[in-house]
């Protein structure tokens, strides 16, 4: 067979890693990582691949490949070299530089060529490099592949010096009908894979090819393909609540679903059933009761609210015997739900304010007082939120004030303590109760939304008391988490500190809130620094402040599609409120592609060239506004009168009657305006630079002129760095 018949050639590829079973929740991401990092392996070594499938059980994870080219092919490949005059002396002869250069890539001197850069003349050495055998490759790319996927967890056992989540078993690698040598940690591939636990007895099975891989391991009772068991979890569940009841119907769960698929590897649903006396449970109780402990699904009835006495669950294994495993699962869901029957009743004993006085003895952070400590923080955290832009009318609401004091109270009841399956239920519970105590349908409401959202897309508290209170409660725990030492770092956010600011914005922004976010970071920092009196707290809030505007800056561009470079523009100044930074940022961008107003922001950057990093401080920006206003001056007083060139006055005079406008425009909320003023001082900005040396040798019209560059600089930077926005160099 010729070299080109031999690097076309291709075979199906199978590997098979084999462990104890993986916790389902790891799973997905695995399967796309072991995929991505497997073929671009073998795409880099530049093998063809094609008909590429990653398929998963608890027990194993498995790439199949229809077609994988046998061989690299044969490359040429060009190696720059040093340049000319290093390889060759003044009389032309050869450099030990130029000899080692050829020797290293293995041709003669002579035989090299000659390239030709901005840099002047260099050598070049082509030579065609042998393609090798694809399991050669696979030898070097399948290990580094495997042990490199990034789990959330990982383990070592024995004496081995490798992690992964669980141990390894076994791994298969064939390519076509032969075994790929090659070795994963302390584990050679060979064709030996292994069946169902118990439907196969864990025996061995041996892989003939790849093309017979899914019908063997079906044959020892496993189903690899994670799309076919959802498909026979799926068909089963409908079969066996159509033979129940017709009109029954399932609660879809899809993340319950796609947790069952991947903890079996032969799936036999089933319908089980549980007494009504639970039914004095709210639903939510008895549905999280099975997921959570059970990863039961929860039945419906028909088109009518509420649920029947059945559950469906999911075997891993055959019908065998499938009577006992029935009553089994009833047997273990009867004591979940007469725990939480028990829990529930005896919570109704105490009111939520006797509730409440228990969490004085709760820690909130270690040495960061309780609970209760929390709740009376909250208290008067709502009530300067409602006066500072997020309420409407002139008093907060009693029923704002009475949920942020019992907002917590379920947090020492007995279903949600101690880390028990109901714990994700906390204010749903805490609500219920409140009710059966007789709080207000608006207390309760808000003690149980006042946790949304609870991920990054999910749905928000929805109604202005609600909002309030879940602001007020993720400023706290921002505020407080950093000082005890909790910040986020580039692999830790203990205390979901990024979710919790993601969280405030969304509410603020989804709603139209205005609320300067620097102000209440102050207000929510002042009672729990007495915590953390050793912390500075001006340096950690401009610590907080930094990291909300960078989360602010990601949310605006991935989120909402702005535009990166006109967000980075506008935040700097504006990003207090994020409600007016959004508006601003809308319309920068209706701006920013003007020609007149691109001379503006490269003339705004030629200033912070020339000043070299001396421009006003932020904290000076509204001062040079005022300034602006009353004719325009240094800030020692420096009169720009002095100033002897045409352009220059010019430009003075369109700032000086522009400064008002501005003022004007912005007091309005009339953003587009103030950039369509902005644009009309552009050319006059680009005439300046053009016209007007600032260097010059007087030293006292030099100064001068640098004055009058930093309070232009300044006024500019009051509203957008519009170097972000100006053309690239």
Sequence with gaps: ??????????????????????????????????????????????????????????????????????????????????????????????????????????????????????????????????????????????????????????????????????????????????????TVGYLPAGRQSRGHRTLAGDRPVEIESPA???TAMR?????????????????GIARELAAYDPAARLLEDEELLDEVVYICEFPTPFLGSYSEEFFALPPEVITTALKSHQRYFSVGAGKAAGLVPRFVAVRDGGTDHLENVVRGNERVLRARLADALFYWEFDQKLTPDERSAMLGNVTWLEGFGTVLDKTHRLGDLVAWLWDHGLGEGPEAPADLARAAVISKSDLVSEMIKDGKEFTKLEGFIGARYAALAGESPTVCRAIERHYLPRSATGGLPGDRI????????????????????????????????RRHVLAILRILLENGYRLDLAAALAEAMTPVHRYATDRDREATLVEIRAFVRTRLERYFADQLGRDPEVVRAVLPVRWRDPVDALAWVKALEGFRDRPDFQQLATGFKRCRNILKGDVLPVADLDGCLQRWLD??????????????????????????????????????????????????????????????????????????????????????ARYADFSEVAPKD
């Design 466 to 497: 609600s909002d309030i209170l879940s602001v007020a409660d993720r400023l706290d725990n921002v505020t407080g988490c950093w000082l005890a030492g909790f910040a986020p770092t580039g692999a830790k956010d203990p205390y979901a500190l």
């Design 1 to 182: 067979m010729n070299d080109a018949k031999l690097n076309a050639a291709t075979r199906p590829f199978l590997l098979e890693i084999g462990s104890e079973e993986i916790p389902a929740r790891f799973i997905p991401d695995a399967v796309v990582e072991i995929e991505r990092r497997l073929v671009s392996g073998l795409r880099d070594a530049h093998l063809a691949v094609a008909g590429v499938r990653t398929l998963a059980t608890p027990r194993r994870m498995a790439v199949l490949i229809d077609s994988l080219q046998t061989r690299q092919p044969d490359r040429e490949v060009e190696i720059k070299g040093p340049p000319v005059a290093v390889a060759f002396d003044g009389q032309g002869q050869p450099t030990p530089a130029g000899l080692g250069f050829a020797r290293k890539a293995g041709i003669e001197l002579a035989d090299c060529e000659r390239g030709e850069d901005q840099r002047g003349e260099f050598l070049v050495a082509r030579k065609t490099e042998s393609g090798r055998p694809t399991a050669a490759v696979l030898a070097e790319l399948v290990p580094a592949a495997v042990l490199g996927i990034p789990f959330r967890k990982v383990m070592r056992w024995g004496d081995h010096d490798l992690e992964y989540p669980r141990p390894l078993q076994w791994i298969v690698a064939l390519l076509g009908d032969d075994v790929v040598p090659l």
């Design 631 to 716: 004719g325009g001056s240094g800030t020692d007083g420096a009169d720009f009168g002095g100033l002897v060139e045409s352009a220059e006055k010019e430009l003075l005079a369109r700032v000086a009657t522009s400064t008002p406008l501005l003022a004007g425009a912005e007091g309005e909320g009339r953003y587009d305006e103030i950039f369509a003023v902005f644009s009309s001082l552009g050319p006059f900005i680009d005439t300046f630079f053009d016209a007007v040396r600032v260097n010059v040798d007087d030293s006292g019209l030099r100064e001068l002129r640098m004055s009058f560059l930093r309070e232009i600089h300044g006024l500019f």
């Design 219 to 235: 044959a020892a009772g496993v189903v690899v393909d994670q799309a076919e068991r959802r498909d026979l979890i799926v068909t």
């Design 212 to 214: 017979g891989y899914l």
